[in-house]
């Protein structure tokens, strides 16, 4: 390799919006999981299964009904957040009611359990065939010598929407406060009149939505089938424990560091290193920082 084109500030500058297109997938899976995490205190396997549903939702609204790729993300998170909201409320609900002091546990399994149905339920209903879109958007410009597809920009704008606007409705609204609250001290803001059930079961659907908006607006990438979550699920993982357990802003913070990280080690050393360096990160923050990079010595995730 040419080392010199470490000094290729065109090259550089190209790198680092890539990693940032790739970051934006990573963020939006990332929060997604933080925030069901930081809520509930359950960490979601199926999580991967839900941008699985989004790349069909994408794949149907825009493939087969042939409608514009924005009324297809629409549709994943409307779709998404539903699913979420009647998952929490017809199976978690019941178990943290039932299950008692050992509910956190179960919730494990049944997450699991809830992946394996996912993705058998999908190959019975769809097969096994990957159905995809080429393109969302067509084409591409050129900005200030860098070469962007019209594709990538739209991802990477859409996402940082997103990112803005739920990091807005967190900070701001009455809702987004309560969420904080509950994610804070369940206990305490329920004996302030906060309905706790009622933010769960509204916190896991905004996780389930995430999931599929990300599957939607990466099925040129990820194409739809069974068992496509599997990876980005992974990165999803690697996000919220280098960002910090449910630290939504760690988790925004980690995936554009992770996608700049994984764009610079593809293009200098191969498309392989990307598979050492994500899970070798992940050991170093475990060992120096367990708490995540983002979190603050002590703060509670």
């Not at 042939?66 to 979420?84: E, Q, R, S």
């Not at 998952?87 to 359990?113: C, K, N, Y």
């Not at 996912?118 to 591409?140: K, M």
């Not at 996780?207 to 990820?222: D, K, P, Q, R, T």
Request: aromatic letters at 10%; proline letters at 4%; hydrophobic letters at 60%.
């Amino acid at each position: 390799m040419d080392w010199t084109m470490l000094a290729d500030p065109l090259i550089l500058s190209e790198l680092v919006f890539q990693g940032l297109v790739r970051g934006s997938m990573y963020a939006l899976m990332g929060i997604g999981l933080s925030l069901i995490f930081g809520i509930l205190g359950i960490v979601n396997f199926a999580h991967g299964e839900q941008f699985m549903i989004g790349t069909y939702v994408m794949y149907f609204v825009a493939a087969v009904l042939g409608l514009p790729f924005a009324v297809g993300i629409l549709f994943a998170a409307v779709a998404l957040f539903l699913a979420g909201m009647a998952i929490e409320r017809g199976l978690i609900e019941p178990l943290r009611r039932r299950a008692g002091r050992d509910w956190l546990v179960d919730s494990f399994v049944l997450t699991i359990g809830l992946m394996v149905i996912l993705q058998n339920l999908a190959q019975i209903v769809f097969g096994t065939r990957r159905r995809g879109i080429t393109e969302l958007v067509p084409g591409s410009l050129e900005l200030a010598g860098i070469t962007v597809t019209y594709e990538r920009l739209v991802i990477f704008l859409t996402a940082v929407l997103i990112v803005a606007l739920l990091f807005l409705f967190i900070k701001y609204t009455a809702l987004g406060k309560a969420i904080r609250a509950t994610a804070q001290h369940a206990e305490a803001a329920q004996t302030l009149g906060i309905d706790i059930g009622r933010i769960y079961t509204i916190g896991f659907g905004l996780g389930a939505a995430l999931a599929g908006v990300a599957g939607a607006l990466l099925i040129s990438i990820f194409p739809a089938f069974p068992t496509v979550g599997y990876q980005p699920v992974l990165k999803s993982f690697a996000v919220v424990i280098i960002g910090g357990l449910g630290n939504i802003p760690g988790a925004i913070a980690a995936g554009y560091l992770l996608g700049v990280i994984e764009a610079y080690a593809i293009f200098f050393l191969s498309a392989g290193w990307q598979a050492v360096l994500t899970p070798l990160l992940i050991v170093l923050v475990l060992i120096i920082r367990p708490q995540g990079l983002f979190t603050a010595q002590g703060e509670r995730p």
